[in-house]
């Protein structure tokens, strides 16, 4: 079953943080987060682990509450260069193809 | 290192034709899949490939057919194009990052209109 991301799209300023948020109702073993650019293919920014991980790229963090069966991705001091599509992917199991279910994406928008 | 190559680009089928998306990738992953991403939506799995030889149905494999004769190859068919199938197709391969951990190298998709 699709993951939930919310919101669906949001509009920030230079500078402004956003957060999304992804939402399962299966037990989760992984999430992936990607970044798509109109036209392009995703890119990927960071996978998390069971047990409640936190990870960071640059000035994107994300967290993994496993008990919640939830991800939140974190965008401090927003770049224009953040603008994208950000979808997150969740696996259910550890098997070593890791078979990604990805949600609908959140847009994201950074106006100077 | 070119990546995951994808190819065509851009497609016109008209209903009941068929073609052959291809996907080659060079950096010996042993994982490959297909997704096709729809106006405003998420990646749906198609297909997907653990290794040569090795293929099976992702979510959404009604009129798509796969194989992976090599470990570089992994074309997706379309045997009787349906307007249903007008979508954008990604092809990906997975590698490790250790510890139980896996990303994503996406190529840069096949545009296919059915009209």
């Known amino acids: 079953q699709q993951p939930v991301q919310s919101p669906q799209a949001v509009i920030l300023r230079e500078g402004e943080d956003a957060v999304i948020n992804c939402s399962s109702s299966k037990a989760l073993y992984s999430v992936h987060w990607y970044r798509q650019k109109h036209g392009e293919a995703p890119v990927f920014l960071m996978i998390?682990?069971?047990?409640?991980e936190q990870k960071g790229h640059e000035k994107i963090s994300a967290s993994f509450n496993e008990k919640k069966q939830q991800s939140s991705l974190y965008l401090t001091a927003s770049q224009l260069s953040y603008s994208g599509t950000y979808f997150c992917g969740t696996a259910t199991n550890s098997g070593g193809y890791q078979k990604v279910t990805f949600g609908t994406g959140t847009k994201l928008q950074v106006i100077p | 290192n070119a990546g995951v190559t994808q190819t065509p680009k851009f497609r016109i089928l008209k209903i009941g034709q068929s073609m052959t998306l291809q996907c080659t990738q060079d950096?010996?992953?042993?994982?490959m899949y297909w997704y096709r991403q729809d106006p405003g939506m998420g990646l749906k799995l198609i297909y997907y490939?653990?290794?040569?030889?090795?293929?099976d149905k992702g979510e959404v494999p009604n009129g798509y057919n796969v194989s992976r004769s090599t470990t570089e190859d992994f074309p997706l068919r379309l045997e009787l194009a349906a307007p249903s199938q007008t979508s954008v197709y990604f092809c990906?391969?997975?590698?490790?990052?250790?510890?139980?951990?896996?990303?994503?190298?996406f190529g840069s998709g096949t545009r296919l209109t059915v009209v």
């Open positions: 490939s653990v290794g040569a030889g090795i293929t």
């Open positions: 950096m010996n992953h042993n994982y």
């Open positions: 998390l682990l069971k047990g409640g």
């Open positions: 990906a391969s997975s590698y490790s990052l250790g510890q139980g951990r896996y990303g994503y190298t």
